[in-house]
């Protein structure tokens, strides 16, 4: 760990609350496991040996620390000059920064003395990364998958598959994330004796969005101080991407009592349609309301029912977002924007192009933002962004947008 | 004392257990769920628990979960809800609304809970409200003078269930498994255990619910409980009728054997 490490920020309290944001709603079945988990964690926190083999698998079998690069042609060409540097979370083993999650859970899954784990998973990034840690643990693993991702991110499950997990295509509602993780909960009502769900994202009830936060701040402690390193002093903005949230956390975390650091989420705007339901920008566009355990920004109509969602990237088809993230939007903390499809496009293309990087479609929203932002600020500028994870999931999407 | 308790008192005077039926509002349509509502009621229901559809019901199987997602896209409201529950307290059964949290969050719990006893219900089941997150609901649910039935697991250990039943009013629903809502082939082993454990902490009736499908099965529990929850077994018959009448008159036979069922000796 580095020496400079700022505090961790002071929520959630103890019950998990960030804010009026998170807390716990859950059947009453799940409570005894969920409470059990909650004591688990906080055991293993401050566990020498549980910490030493996390920090061990991170280091010699996720490959972190991960790079940082500056994205020159990037920034001179697409981004107003300003400088840019990209937290290389493509990097990590698997592809994407949900390794850093799935490694802490995995081992708190053999703690607890469980034998199976399962997920839900929207573009396949944190289901590819659990069957990856179950393989090397030895866990029985279950991955719920909507039917619609399952055919965009085909990859994906053929990686799943090949790693030893089972893939369950979900038919219900949109058949995105949202009716993945529903699925997974009514697995786990049935399963919670010797099964852990492994939630990828920083939502869900309390201690998970506290707990995937702290397994993902990895992310920001490095970057801090990989910035400092390169360019001698903090960055001016962090930028990324937010469906659940747990990239943008992790990255943001270590920011937060960095007053002049500005954090900024980008939310994807979908198809440019304009109504709530053609997005999945639940921040820019929700109200405050109860979704998969935890209360947080939801897409919901008048009566509390959730809207179906739209964006070209199926890791950010999501109408609900973690609720540290609703607490960061109402304290000012961090400002949430919405980036479109085209977009998004636009940033993946460009970074293809000018740097040769292919990010994943999620990453490609907090480039997006990054252009717009560079623009704003021009080139006396220091942005940070994540780059969350590798785009080989997404050149059919790709393929298919550009017509190549 | 609600209808709720006055059901429970005139079941155990009669020396049998209350059947207590769910079905949610709006399916197959608005009129069809009220009519086979009032024809539970006629038939010997106790208590009618009106599920309120929401989009994503994750304690739910495949039956009910099918049920509530026709009925949003045929364009249910809650307004239908209330109007459903004033229809069965007309034809003279308790009735409560079974409802995730958000719905009601959104409505605004005291406009609900207001909103609920103007229609003549009795009170809310609430499947994913932690009695930590319920202070709101507290105060509305004893403003409003209603009852709240709170949920008890096979998994709840003792203290959790001291503090469960220590706010319930009305009744306690003993989940029998470890699952989500579907008829099963036979009553679980675990819901006498957690009955008998209910029983411990309170003196209010447990009704168990998950997986009672039948008159046997309902006659079996009504050998250890003070209630028995019936819900996919009615949703199924509506589901597989081929016209309105013959899904309310499915109901009503069910009725009719479960209320034979729930007769002791």
């Known amino acids: ?404 | 004392m609600s209808t709720v308790s006055t059901a429970f008192e005139k079941a155990k005077a009669e020396d049998r257990a209350a059947l207590v039926g769910y079905l949610p509002a709006g399916f197959p349509d608005k009129q069809t769920a009220i009519k086979a509502a009032v024809a539970m009621a006629e038939a010997g229901a106790d208590v009618i628990e009106v599920g309120l559809p929401y989009s994503d019901p994750l304690m739910d199987g495949p039956v009910i979960a099918g049920a509530v997602h026709r009925a949003l896209a045929a364009g249910v409201r809650i307004k239908d809800v209330f109007d459903t529950v004033a229809a069965v307290a007309d034809a003279g059964a308790a009735a409560v609304i079974m409802t995730y949290w958000n719905p009601v969050d959104r409505y605004g719990v005291d406009a609900f809970s207001r909103d609920l006893r103007n229609a003549g219900g009795a009170g809310l089941i609430t499947p994913d409200l932690t009695p930590e997150e319920a202070g709101p609901w507290l105060e509305a649910s004893d403003a409003h003078s209603l009852d709240r039935v709170f949920l008890v697991a096979p998994s709840s250990p003792r203290a959790r269930v001291e503090a469960i039943t220590g706010l319930c009013r009305g009744f306690v629903y003993a989940v029998s498994l470890m699952g989500i809502t579907g008829a099963r082939a036979a009553v679980s082993g675990s819901a006498q255990d957690v009955v008998e454990r209910i029983r411990a902490c309170t003196a209010l009736p447990a009704a168990v619910g998950l997986g009672v499908s039948n008159g046997a099965q309902a006659r079996q529990v009504a050998g250890f409980a003070d209630g028995v929850i019936v819900g996919s077994a009615y949703v199924r018959r509506i589901a597989e009728a081929a016209t309105a009448d013959e899904a309310v008159a499915g109901v009503r036979d069910l009725t009719a054997d479960l209320a034979a069922g729930v007769r002791r000796g």
């Open chain 1, 1 to 404: 760990m580095p020496a400079a490490e700022p505090d961790i920020s002071p929520v959630p309290d103890a019950a998990g609350h960030f804010g009026d944001y998170g807390g716990l709603f859950a059947p009453e079945s799940l409570m005894a496991a969920i409470e059990q988990l909650a004591k688990e964690y906080q055991a293993a926190r401050t566990d020498p040996e549980f910490t030493a083999e996390l920090a061990g698998l991170l280091k010699n079998y996720a490959a972190r620390p991960t790079l940082v690069t500056e994205a020159k042609r990037f920034g001179a060409q697409f981004a107003g000059g300003a400088r840019v540097l990209l937290k290389r979370e493509d990097l990590a083993h698997t592809g994407s920064h949900k390794i850093n999650n799935v490694l802490g859970q995995v081992l708190l899954t053999k703690r607890m003395g469980k034998t199976r784990v399962i997920a839900e998973t929207g573009a396949g990034q944190h289901g590819v990364a659990t069957a990856t840690a179950c393989a090397l643990l030895g866990l029985e693993c279950v991955v719920y998958m909507g039917e619609e991702d399952t055919r965009r991110q085909a990859l994906n499950v053929s990686r799943m598959r090949m790693l030893g997990a089972t893939v369950v295509p979900v038919t219900a509602g949109t058949r995105t994330l949202k009716d993945a993780m529903n699925e997974a909960f009514r697995d786990w009502v049935a399963t919670v004796d010797d099964t852990h769900y492994c939630i990828g994202s920083v939502g869900g009830p309390h201690p998970f969005p506290m707990m995937v936060r702290d397994f993902q701040r990895v992310i920001g402690v490095e970057a801090r101080q990989q910035v400092l390193d390169q360019a001698g002093r903090l960055p001016d903005a962090v930028v990324a991407c937010v469906g659940g949230g747990s990239n943008a956390i992790g990255v943001f975390h270590a920011f937060i009592p960095d007053a002049s650091v500005r954090l900024i989420g980008c939310e994807a705007g979908g198809d440019g349609d304009g109504r709530p339901e053609r997005t999945a920008a639940t921040l820019t566009l929700g109200t405050p309301g109860v979704l998969h355990g935890m209360r947080t920004y939801v897409l919901q109509d008048d009566e509390g029912q959730t809207l179906d969602t739209h964006s070209i990237s199926a890791g950010l088809d999501y109408p609900g977002v973690g609720p540290e993230h609703s607490w960061l939007k109402d304290t000012g903390r961090a400002e949430y924007r919405s980036v479109s499809d085209d977009e998004a496009m636009a940033g993946f293309a460009a970074l293809c192009k000018t740097e040769g990087i292919i990010p994943a479609l999620e990453s490609s929203h907090a480039l997006a933002g990054a252009m717009r932002l560079g623009r704003e600020l021009g080139p006396d500028a220091l942005i940070l962004v994540n780059l969350s994870g590798r785009g080989d999931k997404d050149v059919a999407t790709a393929s298919a947008y550009f017509g190549v």
